[in-house]
């Protein structure tokens, strides 16, 4: 399935994309796009799908026909997630399994639906994939996993390319090592430092040095951590203002999940006998940042651990429906987190 040509003669009618890159979902939707014709037209004929639709609303856009092009475009984010009960499948495949030729219908979901939480492939394969095998040239599946390493390395230096600036492949590599499995919050930082170096010029290793999230107010950032451990409300908020005050809600919180990842993974590697060095190895990260992480992964259970990483996506979901600003969501979740009853040490 996934080695079929966009738009060919066999056009598939459901793409499903699924994975944690957004940066790359978004290309590969652009590039659909392109195929519809002039940019106006091609907006004519995309409808968006996100937050709180249903599956009338779903059939009449993918049965809305095309206007001035071969095809219409319709993006429904998160069905997975939207569409839980067996009748609602069922209802759904249906209408998966009867769209007009005309229509491309583009699934996304924002994890790999084959991968659970920790990147690991998942015993039973999820009904949404299941039903896209079955489907056979009906349908198109790509998997989006997050880059890591030099995969990141290249990801950042394809999307600074994109943006119309260049990275220095060392100052790409340095910004790796800091947003490790976080391209979100990667893309702001490129961003940053390409008006920095007012597209100009190459962005340098000091550069990154200078301005990225992590360097600059390393301790800050860990220092919110701590103070989370520590059920510190009142530093915690501290922090968290300073922070605040130098990025963007939405960056910052992605930088926490990610290091909510990490901690919980490096907490595994160190139940399992690993030390420091194992840690940088095993999470591909830096050093410095391996020897933080074990401190911090120490003062926090397993289950604590995995208590407030759910939080954090409880809160991305509220992010993501537009319930919560992300200001909001990080205020109110060190505050639950800080307050004596937020989570146990040891539960």
Same mark, same amino acid.
């Given at each position: 399935?996934?080695?079929?040509?966009?738009?060919?003669?066999?056009?598939?009618?459901?793409?499903?994309?699924?994975?944690?890159?957004?940066?790359?979902?978004?290309?590969?939707?652009?590039?659909?796009?392109?195929?519809?014709?002039?940019?106006?037209?091609?907006?004519?004929?995309?409808? +968006? /799908?996100?937050?709180?639709?249903?599956? &009338?609303?779903?059939? %009449? =856009?993918?049965?809305?026909?095309?206007? !001035? #092009?071969?095809?219409?475009?319709?993006?429904?984010?998160?069905?997975?997630?939207?569409?839980?009960?067996?009748?609602?499948?069922?209802?759904?495949?249906?209408?998966?399994?009867?769209?007009?030729?005309?229509?491309?219908?583009?699934?996304?979901?924002?994890?790999?639906?084959?991968?659970?939480?920790?990147?690991?492939?998942?015993?039973?394969?999820?009904?949404?994939?299941?039903?896209?095998?079955?489907?056979?040239?009906?349908?198109?599946?790509?998997?989006?996993?997050?880059?890591?390493?030099?995969?990141?390395?290249?990801?950042?230096?394809?999307?600074?390319?994109?943006?119309?600036?260049?990275?220095?492949?060392?100052?790409?590599? +340095? /910004?790796?090592?800091?947003?490790?499995? &976080?391209?979100?919050? %990667? =893309?702001?930082?490129?961003?940053?430092? !390409? #008006?920095?170096?007012?597209?100009?010029?190459?962005?340098?290793?000091?550069?990154?040095?200078?301005?990225?999230?992590?360097?600059?107010?390393?301790?800050?950032?860990?220092?919110?951590?701590?103070?989370?451990?520590?059920?510190?409300?009142?530093?915690?908020?501290?922090?968290?203002?300073?922070?605040?005050?130098?990025?963007?809600?939405?960056?910052?919180?992605?930088?926490?999940?990610?290091?909510?990842?990490?901690?919980?993974?490096?907490?595994?590697?160190?139940?399992?006998?690993?030390?420091?060095?194992?840690?940088?190895?095993?999470?591909?990260?830096?050093?410095?940042?391996?020897?933080?992480?074990?401190?911090?992964?120490?003062?926090?259970?397993?289950?604590?651990?995995?208590?407030?990483?759910?939080?954090?996506?409880?809160?991305?979901?509220?992010?993501?429906?537009?319930?919560?600003?992300?200001?909001?969501?990080?205020?109110?979740?060190?505050?639950?987190?800080?307050?004596?009853?937020?989570?146990?040490?040891?539960?």
């Amino acid at each position: 399935m996934s080695g079929k040509t966009l738009m060919t003669d066999a056009k598939p009618t459901v793409y499903l994309l699924h994975g944690e890159d957004d940066y790359a979902i978004g290309q590969f939707i652009r590039a659909m796009q392109d195929k519809l014709g002039d940019p106006a037209t091609a907006e004519m004929n995309t409808t +968006r /799908l996100e937050g709180a639709y249903d599956l &009338e609303t779903l059939r %009449a =856009a993918c049965y809305a026909l095309p206007f !001035l #092009a071969e095809r219409r475009l319709v993006l429904a984010a998160s069905p997975a997630r939207r569409f839980q009960s067996d009748e609602q499948r069922q209802k759904f495949t249906a209408l998966l399994e009867s769209l007009p030729p005309s229509t491309a219908l583009v699934l996304t979901e924002e994890r790999q639906l084959d991968r659970d939480e920790k990147g690991r492939p998942v015993k039973k394969k999820p009904w949404l994939l299941a039903w896209a095998e079955k489907a056979s040239e009906r349908a198109f599946v790509k998997a989006f996993g997050t880059p890591k390493g030099g995969e990141l390395v290249k990801w950042i230096l394809a999307y600074a390319k994109s943006q119309g600036g260049e990275f220095e492949r060392p100052a790409a590599a +340095r /910004l790796a090592e800091l947003f490790n499995e &976080e391209p979100r919050a %990667a =893309a702001q930082e490129v961003d940053k430092l !390409l #008006a920095y170096a007012n597209f100009q010029r190459p962005v340098a290793p000091e550069d990154v040095d200078q301005l990225a999230a992590f360097y600059g107010a390393p301790a800050d950032y860990f220092a919110l951590i701590d103070a989370i451990a520590a059920r510190d409300g009142r530093a915690a908020m501290n922090q968290l203002g300073r922070l605040l005050a130098e990025q963007d809600g939405l960056s910052l919180f992605f930088s926490l999940v990610g290091h909510f990842r990490l901690l919980v993974q490096a907490r595994e590697v160190i139940e399992n006998g690993g030390q420091e060095g194992a840690l940088a190895e095993t999470l591909g990260i830096h050093p410095f940042r391996a020897r933080k992480l074990a401190a911090q992964a120490r003062t926090l259970s397993a289950p604590a651990l995995a208590h407030i990483y759910r939080r954090l996506l409880d809160y991305d979901v509220a992010m993501k429906t537009g319930q919560m600003e992300p200001e909001l969501a990080l205020e109110t979740l060190v505050a639950g987190l800080t307050a004596p009853a937020g989570w146990s040490h040891t539960t």
